[in-house]
């Protein structure tokens, strides 16, 4: 089984063009992300954790919810994304393939020493982007159906007696 763990907040703030939290409210933010995140992980058919931290929220618990097919985290007071994910990784590193995509530089070398691959927010921006453009394609190549016109289906006499009488000329009966 192959992971990648988000830091959401992290990614939201690193993702400026995607992203305005001077117009959008934090729910907005977070749902649009985790959009984002279910078309990827739906192409590349990996698990996704979106960890959000509530460490500052008094009277957090841990929660976690499925959205789409990925789940998302959200830490208990007092607990960052960083220690969700650092045990998390601690936990399974050597028995999954895992990446973490953050730009906090100390928890991409804590993740590493544990088993864990790094992503930075342009890496992971770069390879949703991507993919982005692969469905884009794939799905206009598939969604040009042939033209079915009343012209395709009517005999060619009878659209040039048509074409006569729009013209106002006079057809043989």
């Known amino acids: ?9 992290n990614i939201i703030n690193a ?12 729910e907005e933010c977070r749902e649009k992300l985790l959009n984002i995140l279910s078309n990827y992980e739906g192409y590349q058919k990996i698990k996704i954790i979106v960890v959000f931290d509530a460490h500052m929220v008094k009277g957090s618990v ?9 789940t998302v985290v959200y830490t208990e007071e007092n607990q960052t994304a960083d220690n969700y994910i ?6 399974y590193g050597n ?8 730009s906090d530089y100390l928890e991409q070398s804590i993740v590493l020493k544990y088993g864990a691959a790094r992503m930075t927010p342009r890496e992971l921006k770069e390879q949703v982007e991507s993919i982005n453009n692969i469905m884009t394609r794939k799905f206009s190549k598939k969604s040009k159906p042939d033209r079915n016109t009343l012209a395709s289906n009517v005999s060619s006499e009878l ?3 048509l074409e006569k009488m729009r013209r106002g000329e006079k057809t043989e009966e």
Not at 15 to 22: E, H, I, P, R, V
């Open 1 to 9: 089984m192959e992971y990648l763990l988000v830091d959401g907040y």
């Open 15 to 26: 993702w400026k063009d995607y992203f305005d939290l001077s117009r959008e409210t934090l």
């Open 62 to 70: 841990n929660k976690e919810e499925e959205f789409d097919n990925i």
């Open 86 to 91: 650092e045990r998390f990784v601690y936990q």
């Open 95 to 102: 028995i999954h393939t895992i990446r973490v995509a953050t």
């Open 159 to 161: 659209l040039e007696k």
